[in-house]
């Protein structure tokens, strides 16, 4: 008897788990995940090196279900494997076969889609927005060769999700870093929701494309266990990366979910048991039954690394800093760009953290990133032009014991919003930097500039991520010591954060050992008849306007709402004494700061509120000021406007 | 002497005007514009059959330049033949190679990146963030054969750029629907912003992949003019689409902008006169100056297409609609969702409106988008689980005159919000419509559902977008009465809308003659203690809790705010007959309606405001009732937060 005959009947008994349990839940996708049964279980029973009872071992090799949809033949797996789920390593237990009923329940850590934060350690990162699992494996490959350890990482991808751009931004990813210890196994069934796949998703199409694209790539019968087991037993031994391309039958084994469309559909309870019967028929004419062979997988044998750390020691101070990375002239100037303190800061934070690492798109000498590069050449890595690749690519490396710290301009990061939305609800702890935000890009015009971004991320920064925290937290520094002191602050917050830099150089605002704290504010003038709350770069701009409101006998008060979720009541509180009036600047679309003021004033009552953001989609101007000018932004507009409000 | 005898000093002009350009500009893409300078020479003034004093006829031979930033070198030609530019036909003048200088000005039509908005109509769409190029090219020729217009749409992608996924997008959709009219000219100079362009990219790189997504590649000089007219030449001719692998040199003809990195970087002005003597010199190594052959464009030959044009007549009533398309029983049960009601908004405006087409991906059978599909089968195009491409094939389309609804999940859409953004900065006409948003998706999970995105549109829903107009209108159907009436209001508005369609049947909420408009709002209950405001899905829920405060003693206003911007002025106007207060939920998170009328009520003071949004990432509930209580949307939160706001 082969190593292989086990396959069949757990292929046929997972499939029954699987199908049961969307039967039960009412909703899920029982023919996609007939698809995957004897991949999975050769992937989750022989090949993977990985102990059920700890899914949390960072020896183990990793599989990432990019076509999440799916997910009921993983759970089904685990479910006969008793591999552990929960929340945390203290509250967790043995997942068992009558725990899959509970699929999609409220109260069960089996969600409809992959999602390690809600207790399914296995998962590495949420998935079920598709063609993001081949970049979350990407990034894992990548973390753990930065650790020394020896792991693969199976990526099942759907042929039809393959349609998805990013895709083939992982595969360009995964040969530029040799990363060939993924294997990106593709389910080809031929069919997706509203039709057939397209000829351009073929299984000879898909070969074609990843042998263009530098892989080897190898086409087989996706239930055929030999065919199977020599492939997967390939994987991190090839030259280049593997892509095994599997043609499989979508609700294999039971014909009656394969006429019509069984998309995403479960069969009645009541015809459960034909379906079962369709899969023991299936089962018998294979000749299954029994079969021995390996039914457990065998754990990692490589010692377990170090574990990752970092993050006790403190940075050099700002100016420390300044002179020992280039830019100590500044210090005498007075003034540096946000976007270049970034730079500064990333590379300190390097020096005393060394989970730290850095991803960039192609513009390192823009954000200047590139300066972590010069220093720490092994923990950068260059994504080149695929922003969504590279959102991805961060999470599965922070999964994989890192401190991934994504630049790009503000407005190519929206790019890859979607993803940045999975790694939210998959809880991952990556760090968002958008240079050139707002308007004071100035010439390069809207396709550069970040606008819609603050509303974007504070919508985010509102919700709590399902463990006490809020989801995300917005940084917008105003000046470079500012910017220092708040990439810092990203790094010793626990969750995402996403941060706003600018391109102009801007005076220093605050003294060089300033200190900042999450959902914090500073005021950075007194005055008495209006308070002017600024972000970013139109803190300089409001200050400016204070100055000259101060010459027609209006007093403002100026804060620096540097963070979101922010503290409202300083403001209001401030407020009080400016005669309850607020006047909120931002070089963004409608829904940051003003919307945060205005929510917190409009709930209480007793402050008013007036805002100014962006009026106008903008165009390029030669100047900041130009653009300002044009958007309803400039100092005069400023001044009238506080007119206005205080009259 | 060749045909092509005039291309070297032509090239050599044109690339002297691009970089005399930004070093007057003070800032640009020289180096990129001159590695095209040959490319471009022999399409806009021998290949494309167009008339530079008619940008705007629609039969003419379309250039998409996806690498926006090399746009000097397209100004230079347009200059050069004196094409019209400005923000309408009535104000347009010919361009001249004076006004040239004016690039990047706040008042020039010549902005930093190609946008036909500020009144450059050679561009259909405005390019400038990466990869969006070849989808809209796709659009484009998509339309033009859906109106029986024979021309060729030409396309320039940077080699670079080439690594965003939407490029495979793109090329997967041309190949799917048999567009072989339109034509990829790959730029291959191999320099990036940072640092060399990766092997993945490289000229022979590139020819193999699109050789393998099914396009007939070849590569050549892309400065040798016999070869680009040669290949030029076979566009429209050839039996898969014409992918043309162009390998170029970056700053070509001067040797000084080829030293060092300068991508985006002009010379000084007191550098011009030495780079000018260079490409003098060129030229004169090659031969040049001179030279015969056609140096203007031809005219478009075929007749005149007729005039795009519908949207007068007027849609048959909710209830004729519902019977005519296969749901009449709803009318009696009295319950239909939003999305179903779309479908059939989507085919009733097909009949009365020719110039609608409607794209999906792959979800048509869940955003009923297929109700079209089976009504006007040449109008529909499924683009496939491919997002961003798809939003870009639309603005293509919008470009030719096509009146688009692309609609899938509304958080796949969030896979294209770069891309919406750019429809929205060149204001391209399209109408994107999300199915499935909010909580109530239930038992699928926060990967499926959409919940920053009211936030995200409303940041648009603010912002004039450079004619007077708002440059995004949202809509928020609550019923399929709304969604109904609301998908023919985004027909007959000019600018881009976004509808929000919700999973569930929902109960009529209105009459069948309901109307609607452009930030309205209804009155769906009185009463005298609270104004209680929601929006899609919760204008439901916040029904049944106030019939249960009702039932308490506590009498409420119900408003469903169905678009965005709101007109605030009724809410605020009705909550002042409530004690001032108003109540507002929503199933997305922080951002949309709660913000609007906060900040209308911060600004006026007399009213205040509370707001209850998704307050956790949701994860799987079996039914819509469990997420709305696991994210504090419940009726029992909203019966207990409305007992505290009236306290």
Redesign the interface.
Known sequence: MSETDFVHPKAVELGKLAVRMTSV????HPSSALSLTHIVTLLMYRHMRWDPSDPWDERADRLVLSE?HAVPIIYAAYADLGGMVGRSREDAHALTVTDVEQL???Q?EL???P?P??GFPFFDA??????QGLSVGAGLAAAARTRGIEKRIFVLIGD??A???????AA?FV??HKLSNVCAVFNCNGE????D?????SAD?LE??M????WEAVQIDGHDPAALDEQLGRVGSTRKPLAIIARTVKGWGAPSLQEG?WHGKPPKRSDLEKVEAELDETLSKLGGGGGSGTTRPTAPAQARPARASGGEKAMVSFEEACERNGFGAALKEGKLATRRAYGVALTELGRVDPRVVAL?G?????TFS?MFLKAFPDRFF?C???E??MVSVAVGMAAGGKLPFVSTFA??L??A??QV??A??GRANIKLVGSHAGVSLG??????MS??DV??F???S?????SGRN?CTVFLPSDAVAAYRLTELMARHDGMCYMRTHRPDVSFLYPFDASFEVGGSHRLREGADLTLVGSGYMVTVALEAAERLAGEGVGCNVFDAYTLPLNCEPVLSAAKETN?RILVVED????GV??E???A?????D?????M?????P????TAE??L??VGLSVDDIVSKAREVVA
Chains 1, 2 share one sequence.
Not at 163 to 169: A, C, K, N, P, S
Not at 362 to 366: G, I, K, P, Y
Not at 613 to 617: A, G, K, L, P
């Open positions: 839940a009412g909703s899920g999440g999609r329940e409220l069960s969600d409809g889609h999602n934060a809600e949420a998935t079920g927005s598709l063609g039809g999700e349609r998805e751009g990013q895709i083939w931004e360009d040969v530029d997706g929701q509203a039709d796949v397209s000829a351009q998703q199409a074609r494309k042998a263009a694209f530098g469309n960039d192609d513009v390192r000498n823009s590139d260059e080149k032009i695929a969504q690749n407005k190519f929206s790019r919003y979607d939305e999975l939210l609800i010439p390069d015009g809207p396709s550069q606008l819609p509303a974007y504070r919508s985010f509102r919700v709590d991520d399902g989801a309850g963004n679309y409608a829904g003003h919307a003021l205005a929510e004033a409009a709930a209480a009552g402050v008013r509120v007036a805002g953001t962006c009026r106008r989609v165009k390029s101007g030669r130009d653009v000018r044009l």
